[in-house]
């Protein structure tokens, strides 16, 4: 069974933005990667580069494909010494060889015109271009002209720039060539949000739309089993073996071999069977592909191996468990996925319990009418409620509900948790924030209108726009999304 297949390879963890796009550029020695991020010998093939990133990232966030501004890499004669200005406040001494469109390279490695103060900016350029050299000077109030803080770079920059023999054609030329940096550098900028988003979380990998097909039993035996000897291979690779136990929805491998693990098999059946027929009664019945196969790790090098191998993701994202999507052995539609749950080691067997309980909710969300996924607040909220009514004595809805309770209180809007994307900042930077919002308003819906809420959850076809995402609120709940929200709040700063 192959992986899951991932339109931009990404890195593991959000970080430093910049860092994460040398996987893709190759494997440069870096001079300083905690704030400049790329090698000056990627220069030459950057924008070539930043061009297929971009359109490749459009499988995930449709990013546009940047028009390239012909801002050509220059070498400097002789290095220039400078103290540059960061735009955080900082200072960094760097004796410049070379720029370009993108930014300064030096010793210090290589800095963005963004990460720079605009006094720098202008300062250095004017450091770096000949006296008089009219293309490069067009080029240089090119930068300035697409600077995020060109308003107050323009003035200065134009009348330097006349100082240095351009004439209003080559103004002309100048903000033509802003105009296409700024888009290369928003185009930039989404790549490295695809990338961080898909690094972030197997949800956003490519899910189809149409409904499942009900697999006969002998189909749906098949997938099971090569759903297991996929996960044994995972667990292969990464130096481990296991044990299998077996139940009707339910294959567990485990690295501990003892008579609890088959107990934790046919509870975890038994949720399965229990979470199917609450959303078969509100008219969204699963259509299990294959039993939800679950890895019981014991080791947490392994764990951190097999996350990364899965979905190269970051374990560090994902404490207790996470859900992977290989591709099935011989899918209907192209695209379909099986759902494989990986939980890390723990010595608790309630937190082990509650881990995979949470990985099974989230394999039956994806089996239940289709695999498209809705907004990211129902996507994480669903599971983790479902997990925390099947297994109280984790103490997961104290923690959750804790944190969630003093963002509400201290302003945090739940308006805006609806509305974030995986891909957005309140993702990808403010996690646990976010998940824990999400799930504050979700077990809200539940603890209300548990049959309307999972109607919603899993309703037919794909998620569109915001406004869908609103209509189909207000269908299944029966009050506006907004309303809905400002009630919960209102609810939460009274109450526990």
């Not at 608790?348 to 239940?368: I, N, Q, V």
């Not at 959750?400 to 302003?411: C, F, I, T, Y």
């Not at 109607?455 to 609120?473: M, N, Q």
């Amino acid at each position: 069974m192959r992986t899951a297949e991932r339109a931009v390879r990404g890195s593991t963890l959000p970080g430093n933005a910049y860092a994460r796009l040398s996987d893709y550029f190759g494997a440069y020695p870096m001079r300083d990667t905690r704030i400049t991020g790329y090698s000056p010998k990627i220069m030459p093939t950057f924008r070539a580069r930043i061009i297929c990133l971009a359109m490749a990232s459009t499988a995930v966030l449709a990013a546009a494909a940047p028009v390239p501004a012909d801002v050509r890499r220059r070498e400097v004669a002789v290095e220039v010494p400078l103290s540059l200005g960061l735009a955080n406040g900082q200072t960094r001494p760097c004796a410049i060889s070379a720029w370009s469109g993108v930014g300064l390279e030096g010793s210090c490695g290589l800095f963005r015109w963004e990460q720079l103060a605009p006094g720098t900016v202008l300062q250095a350029l004017k450091a770096v271009v000949p006296a008089n050299d009219a293309d490069s000077t067009v080029d240089a109030l090119a930068i300035l002209l697409a600077h995020p803080q060109s308003t107050r770079l323009a003035g200065p920059g134009k009348d330097w720039a006349k100082r240095q023999g351009v004439d209003e054609a080559g103004l002309t030329r100048a903000r033509t060539k802003a105009e296409e940096l700024r888009t290369e550098r928003a185009a930039l900028l989404e790549a490295e949000r695809s990338r961080a988003a898909l690094g972030s979380t197997p949800e956003l990998a490519a899910f189809p739309t149409t409904p499942w097909r009900t697999p006969t039993p002998e189909r749906f035996a098949e997938e099971s089993a090569a759903l297991i000897e996929h996960a044994r291979a995972l667990l292969a690779r990464a130096g481990g073996s296991a044990t299998l136990y077996e139940s009707d929805r339910v294959a567990i491998l485990s690295e501990r071999s003892d008579a609890a693990v088959a107990g934790d098999a046919a509870w975890l059946d038994a949720r399965v069977g229990e979470w199917s027929d609450r959303f078969a009664r509100v008219g969204a019945a699963p259509s299990m592909q294959a039993k939800v196969v679950v890895i019981q790790l014991s080791d947490q090098d392994r764990y951190r191996h097999i996350v990364a191998s899965g979905f190269e993701g970051g374990a560090a994202r994902h404490p207790d468990s996470v859900t992977i999507y290989p591709t099935l052995s011989n899918p209907v539609v192209a695209g379909d996925r099986a759902a494989l749950v990986i939980v890390a080691p723990t010595f608790d067997r309630t937190r082990a319990r509650h881990a995979a309980a949470l990985g099974s909710a989230r394999a039956l969300l994806h089996y239940t009418t289709s695999a498209a996924r809705p907004p990211a607040f129902l996507n994480e909220g669903m599971p983790a409620v479902l997990a925390d009514v099947a297994v109280p004595g984790a103490g997961v809805d104290a923690r959750l509900r804790g944190s969630a309770l003093q963002e509400v209180r201290n302003g945090h809007s739940l308006v805006a948790v609806t509305r974030a994307k995986y891909a957005d900042t309140v993702w990808l930077e403010n996690q646990e924030t976010t998940a824990a919002l999400s799930y504050l308003f979700v077990r809200w819906l539940w603890d209300n209108e548990p049959g309307r809420l999972m109607r919603l959850v899993k309703g037919d076809g794909g998620w569109g726009p915001t406004e869908e995402l609103e209509a189909r609120f207000e269908k299944a709940m029966g009050v506006k999304l907004d309303a809905s929200c400002r009630r919960a709040t209102q609810w939460f700063r009274t109450n526990d």
